[in-house]
T-cell receptor, first 112, second 113 residues
Framework: AQKVTQAQTEISVVEKEDVTLDCVYETRDTTYYLFWYKQPPSGELVFLIRRNSFDEQNEISGRYSWNFQKSTSSFNFTITASQVVDSAVYFCALTSGYALNFGKGTSLLVTP | SAVISQKPSRDICQRGTSLTIQCQVD?????MFWYRQQPGQSLTLIATANQGSEATYESGFVIDKFPISRPNLTFSTLTVSNMSPEDSSIYLCSVGAQGSEQYFGPGTRLTVT
């Protein structure tokens, strides 16, 4: 069975601070896919990134960056120079097929 | 990416009644998924709906409680039957291909009194 662990339940930072959200996963499959989603207070789920198990290159998109390390089964997400609009719940997810297995989410609060 | 709409966006229902949630996609898709998000919790997959076949339910979810229809490649419904307060959740449908990102509808916020 697959499992995603997001150990940080809540994180609070002051605007412009950098923050890293941790994601550790478990799977026996050699081919799998990892995702991050953002759920702002409005409730919709916003897709942020997808990574397959054969691509360990880090990715940067604006203030967002992702660090995928198979050796530690981690797929961490860093927000640089956080902004109030980054306040949301962030979910890490894993699949080897169709259905996504979600972690419990990390609630990020960015205060001015 | 697909554009997904859900109806209703929210509802307040009496215990013992049933509610049918509709999910409409702007393009034809093979697989549709129904998730439940209980208050303050993560998303849990209820079932996978493939057009032309019976839905596949995850452990802990049964067809009698959550019947699903998938009449065509752009539409699906989820019914929450004989509701109790424990069914108060956000219900989300999503679409996606194998190994690909899933796109989610805006969700249906259900409160059972």
């Amino acid at each position: 069975a697959q499992k995603v662990t997001q150990a940080q339940t809540e994180i609070s930072v002051v605007e412009k601070e950098d923050v890293t959200l941790d994601c550790v996963y478990e799977t026996r499959d050699t081919t799998y896919y990892l995702f991050w989603y953002k759920q702002p207070p409005s409730g919709e789920l916003v897709f942020l990134i997808r990574r397959n198990s054969f691509d360990e290159q880090n990715e940067i998109s604006g203030r967002y960056s992702w660090n995928f390390q198979k050796s530690t089964s981690s797929f961490n997400f860093t927000i640089t120079a956080s902004q109030v609009v980054d306040s949301a719940v962030y979910f890490c997810a894993l699949t080897s097929g169709y259905a996504l297995n979600f972690g419990k989410g990390t609630s990020l609060l960015v205060t001015p | 990416s697909a554009v997904i709409s859900q109806k209703p966006s929210r509802d307040i229902c009496q215990r013992g009644t049933s509610l049918t949630i509709q999910c409409q996609v702007d393009s034809q898709v093979t697989m549709m998924f129904w998730y439940r998000q209980q208050p303050g919790q993560s998303l849990t997959l209820i079932a996978t709906a493939n057009q032309g076949s019976e839905a596949t339910y995850e452990s802990g979810f049964v067809i009698d409680k959550f019947p699903i229809s998938r009449p065509n490649l752009t539409f699906s419904t989820l019914t929450v039957s004989n509701m109790s307060p424990e069914d108060s959740s956000i219900y989300l449908c999503s679409v996606g291909a194998q190994g690909s990102e899933q796109y989610f509808g805006p969700g249906t916020r259900l409160t059972v009194t």
